[in-house]
């Protein structure tokens, strides 16, 4: 098993930045590696970012246009979503994942854990 916890979500302004992270804990190694998933309310579960626990491809959904960065800390068993320019469309419970490398590569990541989601609301 693997327990997902997400942290930093919150208020802001449009144009401003903001930062996820969620920690990982249990048998993470078992995970080719992480993602951030969004939803926003009456739309369907996006894909945001992905990146693997060692080597291999990171890459983001079409939406993100260079705003977004995902990055790990292995030793701490963490990965961060840094989060610049937002703005409103962005607003969405954002989750964490772990799963893969069945579809690693493309949005449709075959995910085995899920986090309990941080809201993220962007004012205009």
């Known amino acids: 098993q693997v327990q997902l916890v997400e942290s930093g979500g919150g208020l802001v302004q449009a144009g401003d930045s903001l930062r996820l992270s969620c920690a990982a804990s249990g048998r993470t190694l078992s995970t080719y590696g992480m993602a951030w998933f969004r939803q926003a309310p009456g739309k369907e579960r996006e894909f945001v970012a992905a990146?693997?626990?060692?080597?291999?491809?990171?890459y983001y959904g079409d939406f993100v246009k260079g705003r977004f960065t995902i990055s790990r800390d292995n030793a701490k068993n963490t990965v961060s979503l840094q989060m610049n320019s937002l703005n409103p469309e962005d607003t969405a419970v954002y989750y964490c994942?772990?799963?893969?490398?069945?579809?690693?590569?493309?949005?449709?990541?075959?995910?085995?854990?899920w986090g309990q989601g941080t809201q993220v609301t962007v004012s205009s």
């Open positions: 994942a772990a799963g893969g490398p069945t579809g690693w590569g493309t949005s449709r990541i075959l995910v085995d854990y």
């Open positions: 990146i693997p626990w060692r080597g291999g491809s990171i």
